[in-house]
């Protein structure tokens, strides 16, 4: 938070106003976050906090693996599911993916991530995603995704995974993911 002479302050986003109780410009999540506009962290900033204004949060397990064709070089694939949070929402996601690949391997494990998406919603459809993982008995890995939400903003991210692997392998997939809102009249188009 930036506090200028004029009283404003600037919390990366948008202009808050302190003497007025608000900020100058709408909330960018538009109806995710409320009917108002204007608020921040649902009026309880105590209890709830996004100091960038936009966020998701992710947990859930995944299964990669890839076989190597020609020397080292191959195909990969993964499926992942789990659960989503934007502040507002809980989601349920599923997926899967394949592409070109590199070493050989097989891993499994919890994920554990996020991302800059408005809202749960803006988890789902493509992505590039581009990982690595390795290990022996016990193993990990990271994954970084990009792409675009359904209103054609970029969406970026990425997931830790802890888990089982038995090799080393990485790679590039085109990946697709489904999200569910849980327990609202929030749906994904």
Known sequence: MLCREASLCYYRARYYDPSAGRFLREDPVSFTGGV????????SPVNFGDPFGLWTVQIGGSLSGNVPIWGPVGLGGSVFGG????????????????GPGAGAGVSGGITIGGSNAHDVCGLGGPFINVGGSGGTGFGGGVEGFAGKDSKGNKVLGGNVMIGGAAGISGGVQVTYTFVHPLGSKCKCQ
């Open 36 to 43: 108002n506009f204007y608020a921040y962290a649902r009026q």
């Open 83 to 98: 659960l989503a949070y934007d502040g507002n929402h809980w989601a349920w996601y599923w997926g899967g993916g394949l």
